[in-house]
């Protein structure tokens, strides 16, 4: 196996064992096949011009499998194979019978599906990296491309959250939802030819403006899924969340499906039992709606790397909705449950139908240790800093930055993970100047979140705007505060520090490069599929550069000087 798709990749070159994550390398195989097989439907759907819901959800959610912590379970994988080469098979027959060409497959997919495990696991070969990365000409443009497929990914698994939350016409129109699958399908395309064709002229240049247009697509999804989460769930507004020892009988919500937890909330209300959010799922308690059921209580743990520490001290079960899922370990093994893309070999399934989880939670009587003091936080977490909320004050904020009481705004978050050297963005925050706010977002946040930055202008100095994808949040205050200020975003003493982990991340610094930001910092380890020529050129282009590690300060002094 090979695989670098996230931040934890071994020796930040790749892994070729066992994943760090510990996906075998038969589970990376079996995701290979089905990421190819993904964007073959893609490409037929491109050519077709369009497709029905079942392709399109075949899309999503394989896709959003293969990322980085969310599906180690083979079995669902040989499942989706399946699903996608029955709907390759028709679309091909579909195109032949209206005398339309079916476009040349990749070199790699085979013309059959086989049918055992073995025989799968042998086709997945030329799938994989390695193969891959012989088929185009160089290191730096092959990098580009995984980079383009990275963040198709990551936007791919928002999208599947968007609609997966069934929030109506009101959240966006069938139209803007046929443009969004028209581009996932055009980049799965040029994702099916790029890899099974050799380099052609210019081609650097047309992979880094493909992974813009991902960035640019990203963009759009990730404002759909906020318009969906605030149709469905109300508008978020600030709140203290606290993390008192939870109370049986008990559920446990990890990962960033808020329409899981929706459905979820009424059904255990009714058969009196509590719910706790862990890791992506704390901003459920700024809406509305979900704050509204009184079984919702506080928020239990940290970021996703701590929850083969914190669940066994969890008393009672846990449901994973989305990432990062780590392999479940020792006393909690028996207590957890995976839904939609997620999963994980013998573990239970639910999706609309809670009943059984319930169930367990309802039986669960062993006696979970209260751990020992420090090992999970009981604190008050200050949440629903979206853009609604800011915005409710952009006067303030305005009239700040006008006085001088608020000289920088800096974004620092995305993801967390396990590396010790991501306490850059913990020190970074701390040594802020108090002339500044803090936005965070996505996990990253509890590296954050612990420590006390302050006020400034009546709001806490550091604001947590959400999930990752609600770094759309961000980016509508940024574009709002410019227009008040009557100046551009570029002109704003704007400085971001983006901590990334997995595929979800790659969409947004997309996303953030498609907008033109300069001098991000991103780290704490740089992509193992970003070559030293590839970061030059977005260095060149964009300031994009790595975090200096242990030297934050050095860091912080150039971006107050807006280097
Ligand atoms: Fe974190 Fe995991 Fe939200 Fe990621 S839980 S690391 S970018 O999946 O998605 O921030
Ligand atoms: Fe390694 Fe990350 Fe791939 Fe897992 S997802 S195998 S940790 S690169």
């Known amino acids: 196996m090979m695989c670098f798709q996230c931040e934890q990749t071994n020796a930040g070159k790749g892994c070729t064992t066992t994943g760090v994550c510990k996906k075998s390398p038969q589970t990376s195989g079996l995701q290979d096949l089905t990421i190819l097989h993904a964007l073959r439907l893609c490409q037929l759907a491109h050519v077709e011009g369009g497709a029905e819901a079942a392709v399109r959800d075949l899309v999503l959610e394989p896709l959003f499998a293969t990322l980085t912590n969310v599906n180690f379970d083979d079995a669902r994988f040989e499942q989706y194979l399946k699903d996608l080469a029955a709907h390759i098979a028709q679309l091909e027959a579909r195109l032949k019978a209206g005398g339309q060409a079916v476009p040349a497959a990749p070199k790699a997919l085979p013309a059959k599906l086989p049918e055992t495990k073995q025989e799968l696991l042998a086709a997945a070969e030329p799938a994989g990296l390695l193969a891959r990365s012989a088929e185009v000409a160089n290191e730096d443009l092959f990098g580009v491309i995984e980079m383009c497929a990275y963040g198709l990914k990551g936007t791919c698994a928002y999208f599947y959250h968007a609609e997966h939350l069934l929030a109506g016409d009101a959240a966006y129109s069938e139209s803007e939802r046929t443009e969004v699958y028209k581009e996932i399908f055009r980049l799965g395309n040029y994702l ?3 890899n099974s064709t050799t380099a052609k002229e210019n081609a650097l240049g047309v992979a880094l403006g493909e992974c813009l247009a991902v960035g640019a697509l990203n ?14 769930l109300g508008t978020p507004t600030p709140v203290e969340v606290t993390q008192e020892q939870p109370e049986s009988p008990a559920i446990l919500v990890s990962g960033h499906d808020l329409a899981v937890l929706h459905r979820l909330l009424p059904q255990a209300e009714k058969q009196k039992v509590n719910v706790y959010t862990h890791g992506e799922m ?30 066994r001290h969890f008393p009672g079960v846990i449901l994973m909705t989305s990432n990062c899922m780590m392999p479940p370990v020792g006393k909690y093994r028996d207590r957890i449950w995976t839904c939609g893309p997620v999963g994980f070999d013998k573990i239970p399934q639910v999706e609309d139908d809670f ?22 936080p009981h604190r008050k977490l200050q949440v629903g800093f979206g853009h609604a909320a800011v915005l409710g004050v952009a006067d303030k904020v305005v009239e700040a930055i006008q006085s001088g009481a608020l000289k920088h705004v800096f974004v620092i978050g995305g993801c967390d993970g396990t590396e010790n050297s991501r306490s850059y963005f913990t020190d970074l925050a701390a040594d802020t100047p108090q002339d500044s706010i803090i936005l965070t977002l996505g996990c990253g946040k509890f590296r954050l979140n612990g420590h006390d930055h302050g006020t400034l202008a009546g709001l806490p100095r550091l604001l947590d705007v959400g999930q990752c994808n609600d770094a759309y949040g961000a980016v509508v205050i ?20 983006v901590s990334w982990f997995e ?58 000087k807006g280097e």
């Not at 963009?219 to 469905?232: E, N, P, Y």
């Not at 940024?478 to 971001?496: G, N, Q, R, S």
Request: proline share 6%.
């Open 355 to 376: 009943s059984a989880l319930i169930q367990q939670a309802l039986e669960f009587k062993d006696s979970v240790p209260v751990p020992r003091s420090g090992v999970i």
């Open 282 to 311: 704390l901003p459920a308690h700024s809406y509305p709606k979900l704050r509204k059921f009184e079984n919702l209580k506080g928020h239990f743990g940290t970021h996703w790397g701590n929850q083969q520490k914190e669940f």
């Open 478 to 497: 940024a574009t709002k505060l410019a227009e008040a200020l009557k100046c551009t975003v570029h002109d704003l003493p704007l400085h971001f520090a």
């Open 503 to 560: 595929q979800k991340a790659v969409a947004v610094l997309l996303t953030l490069l498609h907008l033109n930001l300069k001098n991000i910092r991103l780290g704490p380890a740089l992509p193992g599929f970003i070559t030293p020529n590839v970061l030059k050129v977005l260095n060149e282009k964009f300031g994009l550069k790595p975090a200096r590690l242990h030297e934050e300060d050095v860091d912080l002094a150039e971006m107050l």
């Open 219 to 232: 963009l759009k999804v990730m404002k759909m899924l906020d318009s969906a989460h605030t149709t469905l």
């Open 192 to 194: 099916a030819e790029v």
